[in-house]
């Protein structure tokens, strides 16, 4: 679901902060899978952070470049 909000783009193709984004969103998810002492609800507040932050870069970086 991640993918189609925010494109399907090959790893040649990310920008820094693309990949940046994707190495953090792994990390999140790694944190709740391993750590129990971390609340779901934290969880779902970073990994919904970095995909809205993911989008607005994706939307204001064509516009604000242009």
């Known amino acids: 679901m991640v993918l189609r909000v925010t494109g399907k783009r090959t790893l040649g193709q990310l920008n820094a902060f693309d990949f940046i984004v994707r190495v953090a969103f ?10 129990s002492d971390v ?28």
């Open 26 to 35: 792994g990390s999140t998810l790694a944190t709740i899978l391993l750590n």
């Open 39 to 66: 609340a779901f609800l934290e969880v779902l507040t970073a990994l919904a952070l970095l995909g809205g932050l993911q989008f607005l870069v994706a939307w204001v970086s064509p516009h604000v470049s242009g």
